[in-house]
């Protein structure tokens, strides 16, 4: 069984220029998340997909980030304009179960993206 | 401060040796996460808790609710062990994951 992929594997862009992340989940999960790690500091949630729908978003830190999911497969996530503060590993992860404490996130590779 | 505190942050140790990686947190959880980084690597799940104590191998955890911590322990440690390991507390009723910072180990042989 295919894992989590993540594309690409590495970005480096200016600030002000867009970049688009994407994730493959491992099929027939419902649940994807996306999490980001800014250097030094410890991986936060952005935000988690039940399906097609943001079940929560709270984590997204502002409006230049969009994260879609449109027929419930794979994700993307947008930075739109990228700032500096933006660089960071920004990892993907789906589960199976809905609504359990037991069920397993399977973590992506993780894409990692330098602002300059 | 975090949720979630690890410790120590950074451990060397020499083969064979017992390891034992400490996670305290701060918040009510549902479930909480013991996940390795190899360098260059991905994460992966090692164990997931809720009470009490798993083993998978040479890795045990182990969990306190009402004290708030839990434990990584690593027997007979090996040099393919050094890793990061990171601890993640699950909010209940959600399935947003709260991470520490991390504890980095080093195995010499």
């Known amino acids: 069984e295919a894992g989590v992929t993540q594309f690409p594997s590495h970005s480096v862009i200016e600030k002000g220029q867009t970049v688009t992340l994407r994730c493959d989940p491992i099929?027939?999960?419902?649940?994807l998340y996306w999490y980001r790690r800014v250097m030094g500091k410890e991986i936060k949630f952005l935000l988690h997909?039940?399906?097609?729908?943001?079940?929560?978003e709270s984590g997204m830190p502002n409006n230049r980030f969009l994260a879609e999911r449109t027929g419930g497969t794979y994700s993307t996530l947008k930075v739109q304009p990228a700032e500096l503060e933006d660089s960071g590993v920004y990892f993907c992860?789906?589960?199976?179960?809905?609504?359990?404490?037991?069920?397993?996130?399977?973590f992506g590779p993780g894409t990692r993206l330098t602002v300059l | 401060k975090n949720e979630v505190e690890q410790s120590p942050q950074n451990l060397t140790a020499q083969e064979g040796e017992f390891i034992t990686i400490n996670c305290s947190y701060s918040?009510?959880?549902?479930?909480l996460h013991w996940l390795q980084q190899h360098p260059g690597g991905g994460i992966v799940s090692l164990f997931m808790?809720?009470?009490g104590k798993k083993k998978h191998g040479r890795l045990i955890a182990t969990i306190n609710i009402q004290e708030k911590h839990s434990s990584l322990h690593i027997t007979a440690s090996h040099p393919r062990d050094s890793a990061v390991y990171i601890c993640?507390?699950?909010?209940?009723?959600?399935?947003?994951?709260?991470f520490g910072t991390g504890t980095r180990l080093q195995v010499f042989p």
């Open positions: 993640a507390v699950r909010l209940p009723l959600t399935h947003k994951l709260i």
């Open positions: 918040v009510g959880i549902s479930a």
């Open positions: 992860a789906s589960s199976q179960d809905r609504g359990t404490s037991t069920d397993t996130q399977y």
């Open positions: 997909f039940v399906k097609e729908s943001k079940q929560d």
């Open positions: 099929s027939g999960h419902d649940n």
């Open positions: 808790l809720s009470s």
